[in-house]
């Protein structure tokens, strides 16, 4: 069955870049009924959308993030990663990757399989 | 921006209860809602989606109604399993909404 994993440093200094890539096994990334999205949940707080990808590279962002948010495809490794630059501690999170389903009228409709999440810290 | 609410913001009930949480969208989303329930350290689980279709393995006792502006997720007889915190999420801009804790009585 599907299954997503997210990897990268747990630790990033203020105003550095912070990079996740997440791993799809059980099955091809590059499916035309699916984008693939990053959320963060701050500790304590609710859900955040960043963005979203398709494997062929269109993307969608979260305006209040799109300045500093960049997600990108490596379909020969089955691998999609988010970029974020300038960290604050705002951006002090755990970090999920999801697949997200995409209905025939074009419309993504649920974030139905989630990787287990990745904490990133954010302190010098 | 779509704001997305949710009300109560914690239930506290008890094992066999009917239970209700409601989730309001700032403008219309026709149906274009997922309902998710999550515990403690652990991600996201899809429960509904579209509003009110059953996402595969989900018990039945969750259902989800509602278009527009308006949205229902309803757990008809309230389980160990379900004390959760549940969100919302619209699909215009991918909004959730602020999450609804349903605790032990």
């Known amino acids: 069955q599907l299954q997503l994993q997210e990897s990268g440093p747990g630790l990033v200094k203020p105003s550095e870049t912070l990079s996740l890539t997440c791993t799809v096994s059980?099955?091809?990334?590059?499916?035309?009924?699916?984008?693939w999205g990053w959320i963060r949940q701050s500790p304590g707080k609710g859900l955040e959308w960043i963005g979203n990808?398709?494997?062929?590279?269109?993307?969608f962002y979260n305006p209040s993030l799109k300045s500093r948010v960049t997600i990108s495809v490596d379909t020969s490794r089955n691998q999609f990663s988010l970029r974020l630059t300038s960290v604050t501690a705002a951006d002090m999170a755990v970090y999920y990757c999801?697949?997200?389903?995409?209905?025939?009228?074009?419309?993504?409709?649920?974030?139905?399989?989630w990787g287990q999440g990745t904490m990133v810290t954010v302190s010098s | 921006d779509i704001q997305m609410t949710q009300s109560p913001s914690t239930l506290s009930a008890s094992v066999g209860d009917r239970v209700t949480i409601t989730c309001r969208a700032s403008?219309?989303?026709?149906?274009?809602l997922a309902w998710y329930q999550q515990k403690p350290g652990k991600a996201p689980k899809l429960l509904i989606y579209?509003?009110?279709i059953l996402q595969s393995g989900v018990p039945s006792r969750f259902s989800g109604s509602g278009s527009g502006t308006e949205f229902t997720l309803t757990i008809s007889s309230l389980q160990p399993d379900d004390f959760a915190t549940y969100y919302c999420?619209?699909?215009?801009?991918?909004?959730f909404g602020p999450g609804t804790k349903v605790d032990i009585k």
């Open positions: 999801a697949r997200a389903h995409l209905t025939i009228s074009g419309v993504v409709d649920a974030f139905d399989i």
């Open positions: 059980g099955g091809s990334i590059s499916r035309n009924e699916y984008y």
């Open positions: 990808i398709y494997y062929r590279g269109t993307t």
């Open positions: 403008q219309t989303i026709s149906s274009w």
């Open positions: 579209k509003a009110s």
């Open positions: 999420q619209q699909f215009n801009s991918f909004t």
